[in-house]
């Protein structure tokens, strides 16, 4: 049996979590169900449009309502194999455009770099930080 599962995390700025899912080739949507196993669907503000069988829902969550909850129906490695384990590379992905947008803000020059790990190095120059 599978279900979804909301994994807690600090998602504030859609337009950075759009340029993520354009990088990981996969598309941010509104006004969409989210899919999980067996056709369950479940209603959502966002979704995660994935190409497998199943979506992830991106929901406002906290009081402020300026964060989102990722939320996933793990099951069968479909979401893992697309954004990785836990989100980590949509994650991965979002603090790097969301660190993009706050440079180009702030008039800093940036440089990207994938190490051989897959880690990414992001040198910011120029400005004030």
Partial sequence: MSHF???????????????????????????????GYAGINRNSHHVVRLK?????????????????????????GHVEREV??????LLQSYGVQKTIREARTRGLRFSRQIEPDGCVLLTLEGGSL
């Fill in 52 to 76: 497998g069988p199943y979506d992830i829902a991106v929901d406002p969550s906290g009081e402020d309502g300026g964060s989102y909850a990722l939320t996933t129906d793990w099951w069968g």
């Fill in 84 to 89: 990785g384990a836990g989100f980590g590379r």
């Fill in 5 to 35: 599962t909301t994994v807690k995390t600090e998602v504030r700025d859609l337009d950075a979590l759009r340029d993520a899912c354009t990088e990981l080739d996969v598309v941010l949507e509104s006004g969409i169900m989210c899919r």
